[in-house]
Every structure is written in structure tokens, then in C-alpha cells.
T-cell receptor
Framework: GAGVSQTPSNKVTEKGKYVELRCDPISGHTALYWYRQSLGQGPEFLIYFQGTGAADDSGLPNDRFFAVRPEGSVSTLKIQRTERGDSAVYLC??????????FGEGSRLTVL | GENVEQHPSTLSVQEGDSAVIKCTYSDSASNYFPWYKQELGKRPQLIIDIRSNVGEKKDQRIAVTLNKTAKHFSLHITETQPEDSAVYFCAASKGTNAGKSTFGDGTTLTVKP
């Protein structure tokens, strides 16, 4: 596609529930990133994929967070047993050779 | 790990004036410094970037300067326009994975007509 696509754009869930957030990167971009942006702050790195493998997951806050990219294109961020502190905008970005990040519009997660 | 500090957090200027946003970083190995503009409710978009092998880069009304010794870099916007109003983020990363960036907390720029 023309840009990075993320679904859903908004997700409201209850504390303790499981959520999945999807990212479809720019065609041909092998690098894919997940960032989290809380209100009034800059994006915070979560995880990076190069192809199918998670090359760097050092930003995942705890083991409730997991992400996959099974075919090297679409990625899913999975959050188990959601907590109110998980509420944020989850941004996906893909990158080509220059390192420039092309962000999606984000998935706004609200945990009640 | 890398730490990026950004100042000021808010900036208000009159249309036509210049705006300057400053960032410092802690990791001397960082060598890629992008700036992103984020309008309300929209995605961050790259507006300009600089690599550590140059000290200044310009693109029309926007320029970025880098001082590697002092580990700080700045965004300069001249002849500001109301459509420049947005949140601006600086970031720093290393060349081995330029996309893994550490972001500042942003500067909300308001350009008054």
C-alpha cells in the first residue's frame, strides 16, 4: 500500500482483557518497528523486526507484551491481561534503507 | 541507554518570526538525528534529518545544526506560518539501526497569525 496501515484505529477494552493490534507496513520495507506514545510524550521504542524475526525486543515493558511478523510483512502486537497503564497510542513504523521511519496513524488503546 | 532532552516544551511565536528548538543527547555513538512533526491526532512525519558527518543541513525554511562535541542539535524554522503549528520531536539513533530511535518529549509550537 501507499503508507503504513494500522487497525484498529481505536480500541477500548476492560482491564485484564487480551488485545491485538495490527500493522501493515509499506510494501518492500523489511524493517518494522512498534512504538508506544503516551500523552504529552515522544514515541517510545518497543520492538524491531528485520524480516520475520524480532531483531530487538528490548523495549517491551514486560512479558505481557508480544509481537509477531510471521511472513515478514504484516505484524501483530499482542497485549495480555491489559492494565490501565497500557493505555496509549501504539504506533507502527516501517523503514527502508535510509533509516527514515514512516509511521502509521496509530492504534489508540484505552483500558478501562 | 540513550537519553534525549528537548527544550522548550512549548513555544509561541508570531507569524513570520523564527523558531528554534534544542535537543541534547547522551550517547556519543549516536550518529543519526531526525526531526518529526506531529499534527494533532496525526502520525509523526519526518521533516528533516542530519547525520553526524555534517554540521548543518537546510531545506527551504527549515534547518538543523549539530554539535557533536557538545552533543546537541537544533531545529530552526524561519518565516514561520500558522501551518507550522504542531508538536515537533527530535530523536537520536545509531547507524547500525537508524530506525530504533530515542525521542525527546516534544515541543508544542504555536504560530500566531
Amino acid at each position: 500500500g501507499a503508507g503504513v496501515s494500522q487497525t484498529p484505529s481505536n480500541k477500548v477494552t476492560e482491564k485484564g482483557k487480551y488485545v491485538e493490534l495490527r500493522c501493515d507496513p509499506i510494501s518492500g520495507h523489511t524493517a518494522l518497528y512498534w512504538y508506544r506514545q503516551s500523552l504529552g510524550q515522544g514515541p517510545e521504542f518497543l520492538i524491531y523486526f528485520q524480516g520475520t524475526g524480532a531483531a530487538d525486543d528490548s523495549g517491551l515493558p514486560n512479558d505481557r507484551f508480544f509481537a509477531v511478523r510471521p511472513e515478514g510483512s504484516v505484524s501483530t502486537l499482542k497485549i495480555q491481561r491489559t492494565e490501565r497503564g497500557d493505555s496509549a497510542v501504539y504506533l507502527c513504523a516501517s523503514s527502508g534503507n535510509t533509516g527514515e521511519l514512516f509511521f502509521g496513524e496509530g492504534s489508540r488503546l484505552t483500558v478501562l | 541507554g540513550e537519553n534525549v532532552e528537548q527544550h522548550p516544551s512549548t513555544l509561541s511565536v508570531q507569524e513570520g518570526d523564527s523558531a528554534v528548538i534544542k535537543c541534547t543527547y547522551s550517547d556519543s555513538a549516536s550518529n543519526y538525528f531526525p526531526w518529526y512533526k506531529q499534527e494533532l491526532g496525526k502520525r509523526p512525519q519526518l521533516i528533516i534529518d542530519i547525520r553526524s558527518n555534517v554540521g548543518e543541513k537546510k531545506d527551504q525554511r527549515i534547518a538543523v545544526t549539530l554539535n557533536k562535541t557538545a552533543k546537541h542539535f537544533s531545529l530552526h524554522i524561519t518565516e514561520t506560518q500558522p501551518e507550522d503549528s504542531a508538536v515537533y520531536f527530535c530523536a537520536a539513533s545509531k547507524g547500525t539501526n537508524a530506525g530504533k530511535s530515542t525521542f525527546g518529549d516534544g515541543t508544542t509550537l504555536t504560530v500566531k497569525p
